[in-house]
């Protein structure tokens, strides 16, 4: 049953998702829109919610508190990132984003903060010079 319950809320999710990102619009010239990538995501997650509905585990098995934990801390972290992108710049909100995500995945902390530096530098690289997307580079108090 819980399967079933889970499937319909990502299958609401995924529409409203998918029907929200059709009214995006933004002020660069992507060829695609801003829309594609939220509707590509939106449909899978559609499909695959059916299949939660349609398959459901006779006894599924649920997370212990520790796991539940932190998926918790994982979604708070990217809810922070998109609230702080702004606000820090890109290379300073990727950069934390990634160092707490990897000791959230129990790296140590010079790996998580060597990802986090590296994956930073790389995104806002290729967002800003190969994809041509502008994307905030320096804190908005220093901007």
């Known amino acids: 049953m819980t399967d079933r319950i889970v499937g319909a809320l990502i299958l609401a ?4 998702y998918g029907i929200t990102a059709g009214s995006y619009e933004a002020s660069f010239g992507d ?3 801003p829309a594609a990538f939220p509707i590509m995501l939106s449909i899978p997650a559609a499909v695959l919610s059916l299949a939660l509905i ?10 212990s508190a520790w ?7 994982a979604i708070a972290i990217l ?17 934390l984003a990634v160092a707490l995500m ?3 995945l129990q790296t ?5 903060v060597a990802s986090g530096a590296i994956m930073s530098a790389v995104l806002f690289l290729t967002f800003d010079y190969v ?4 994307l905030p580079l320096l804190p908005e108090f220093m901007s």
Not at 81 to 95: I, K, N
Not at 108 to 112: E, F, G, L, V
């Open 13 to 16: 999710l995924s529409i409203w």
């Open 108 to 112: 140590t902390w010079p790996k998580a």
């Open 131 to 134: 994809l041509d997307l502008p």
């Open 79 to 95: 809810l922070g990132y998109a609230g702080f992108l702004e606000v820090a710049g890109f290379p300073l909100a990727t950069f």
């Open 67 to 73: 796991p539940m934990m932190r998926q918790a801390a």
């Open 31 to 33: 060829p695609l829109g």
């Open 102 to 104: 990897g000791r959230l």
């Open 54 to 63: 349609l398959r459901p585990d006779a006894e599924p098995k649920w997370p």
